[in-house]
């Protein structure tokens, strides 16, 4: 059973920072893409940052691009987001994704396989 689990959410001050991981098990996916998506309250889930197979290519969007940073470490089969200077509106709960492809995508019908997600919350 392939299982992705988040970590390293929590409550932050505007300005902070926080390190999320995502640790995968059942299967390696160190031939697939990664990604993060984050969904804030009452809004729709939506693409943050992608990763693909390497590690050598990201892509992110617009509204963390400068601020977050996407890597992986395929030797522990685990992923990670570091973020900056966070802000008040990237308090969401943040899920971690794998798709069949190498290659970054920020289409969230692409990924098959999901996390259970972690809350980050950033007050102002």
């Known amino acids: 059973q392939v299982q992705l689990i988040e970590s390293g959410g929590g409550l932050v001050q505007a300005g902070g920072s926080l390190r999320l991981g995502c640790a995968a098990s059942g299967r390696t996916f160190k031939t697939n893409a990664m990604g993060w998506f984050r969904q804030g309250p009452g809004k729709e889930r939506e693409f943050a940052a992608s990763i693909n197979w390497s590690g050598a290519v990201t892509k992110y969007a617009d509204s963390v691009k400068g601020r977050f940073t996407i890597s992986r470490d395929n030797a522990k089969n685990t992923m990670y987001l570091q973020m900056n200077s966070l802000k008040p509106e990237d308090t969401a709960i943040y899920y971690c994704?794998?798709?069949?492809?190498?290659?970054?995508?920020?289409?969230?019908?692409?990924?098959?396989?999901w996390g259970q997600g972690t809350q980050v919350t950033v007050s102002s």
């Open positions: 994704a794998g798709r069949l492809s190498s290659g970054t995508s920020d289409s969230i019908k692409e990924y098959i396989y």
